[in-house]
C-alpha cells in the first residue's frame, strides 16, 4: 500500500484555486454570514446554549469531579486556632 503524500513527489504540479473564484467564494460567504437570517439564527443559538448546557445552575460543568477538586474547607476549630494565633 503506497501511503507518500503528492506533495513529497517531485514531478507534481501543485493546483490552487483560480484568483476569481477564490474571490468570489470569500465575497458569498461574506454575504451569507452578514445577512439578517444569518444573524437572528446566531443569536437563537446562542441563547439556547448559554441558557443551559454551557451555563448550569450549579456553576461547574460535573457537579461531583467540582467536588473532589475544591480544596478541602477548614475546620471550625482550625478557625478557631488561627484566630487565637
Same mark, same amino acid.
Given at each position: 500500500?503506497?501511503?507518500? +503524500?503528492? &506533495? @513529497?513527489?517531485?514531478?507534481? =504540479?501543485?493546483?490552487?484555486?483560480?484568483?476569481?473564484? =477564490?474571490?468570489?467564494?470569500? #465575497?458569498?460567504? =461574506?454575504? $451569507?454570514?452578514?445577512?439578517?437570517?444569518?444573524?437572528? $439564527?446566531a443569536?437563537?443559538?446562542?441563547? &439556547?446554549? #448559554?441558557? !443551559? @448546557?454551557? =451555563? *448550569?445552575?450549579? !456553576?461547574? +460543568?460535573?457537579?461531583l469531579?467540582?467536588?473532589?477538586? &475544591?480544596p *478541602?474547607?477548614?475546620?471550625?476549630?482550625?478557625?478557631?486556632?488561627?484566630?487565637?494565633?
Open positions: 500500500m503506497d501511503l507518500s +503524500f503528492a &506533495r @513529497l513527489e517531485r514531478g507534481v =504540479a501543485v493546483t490552487a484555486l483560480p484568483v476569481d473564484l =477564490a474571490v468570489l467564494l470569500a #465575497g458569498a460567504s =461574506a454575504r $451569507q454570514a452578514a445577512s439578517v437570517t444569518a444573524r437572528v $439564527q443569536k437563537v443559538t446562542m441563547a &439556547r446554549v #448559554g441558557a !443551559g @448546557l454551557l =451555563a *448550569p445552575r450549579h !456553576g461547574a +460543568f460535573h457537579p469531579v467540582a467536588e473532589v477538586l &475544591r *478541602p474547607r477548614p475546620t471550625v476549630e482550625e478557625l478557631s486556632e488561627a484566630s487565637r494565633d
